[in-house]
């Protein structure tokens, strides 16, 4: 074999390397993911509890007041 081809031959068989070891990751990640644990072997957190829309429609609510107080402030201040 002359050194172009051993230099082809190295290369490839790197390159087959790098896509072999990502497929393994890859495959850990997914069967990691079905039964609830990472790749790490680390189990995930709990979900998050439901959004709560009335928490933040009394703190919209709350801020829209302040603003139109403001507004009104400034509008007595002007004249």
């Known amino acids: ?6 230099v082809t ?5 790197a390159v087959m390397n790098y896509i072999y070891t990502e497929e393994e990751i890859m495959m850990m990640q997914q069967a990691g993911l079905q039964t609830g644990q ?3 072997g680390v189990v995930q957190a709990a979900p998050l509890p439901p ?3 009335w928490s933040v429609s ?3 609510a709350v801020m ?3 603003t139109l107080m403001q507004l009104k402030a400034f509008v007595r201040g002007r004249q």
């Open 38 to 40: 990472s790749a790490l």
């Open 51 to 53: 959004f709560n829309i």
């Open 1 to 6: 074999m002359d050194k172009k081809a051993k």
């Open 9 to 13: 031959a190295a290369i490839s068989a």
């Open 64 to 66: 829209q007041t302040r």
């Open 58 to 60: 009394g703190r919209q």
